[in-house]
């Protein structure tokens, strides 16, 4: 049975996700937050591209998270942008009381149309238990198209 602190936390948590949710459907993750950028360390390099590893930040999936997940990005050469960015568990974690992960993997993909660099696909691949009895397996995939112009040309 949780303690009045442990359910008092778990209640900060959800409200704190529920502050960050964009018309209450997605959750907001945003890479300045996700990367810890004095970690970055260069991983492997050809002529399109080079690989970067990161130590990860995502609050929401608790203190314990931080230390078990490690991120890669891989960086466009030609172009000039961050064309893919992954985040994967490296062992089990418990991400609030009473929930372990097992698996978490998150792949963002982006593109660069003109100057602007705009999200081309999510995924998200979850699984754990919580209480030690309901299985946690979640997966998720987003895909962008289409993407259209509505603001001005300026001249310069």
């Known amino acids: 049975v949780p303690s009045q602190k442990q359910i008092n936390r778990f209640v ?13 459907k997605n959750v907001r993750l945003d890479l300045g937050e996700l990367i810890v950028t004095d970690t970055l360390s260069l991983e492997s390099e050809n002529e399109e ?7 990860v930040s995502i609050s929401r999936l608790g203190d314990d998270a931080q230390q078990k997940l490690k991120g890669l990005l891989t960086f466009n050469k030609a172009k000039q942008f961050v064309e893919i960015v992954e985040v994967a568990n490296l062992e ?3 991400a609030m009381f009473m929930v372990t992960i097992s698996t978490f993997n998150l792949t963002r993909n982006f593109q660069k149309i003109g100057d602007a660099i705009v ?5 998200m691949r979850m699984k754990g238990k919580m209480s030690f009895i309901t299985e946690i397996d979640e997966k998720s995939v987003d895909i962008f198209s289409d993407y259209e112009y509505h603001g001005q040309v300026l001249s310069p």
């Open 49 to 55: 591209q080079f690989a970067m590893s990161f130590n």
């Open 12 to 24: 900060e948590q959800k409200l704190k996700q529920a502050e960050k949710r964009d018309d209450g």
């Open 119 to 123: 999200p081309r696909e999510n995924r």
């Open 92 to 94: 089990a974690f418990s």
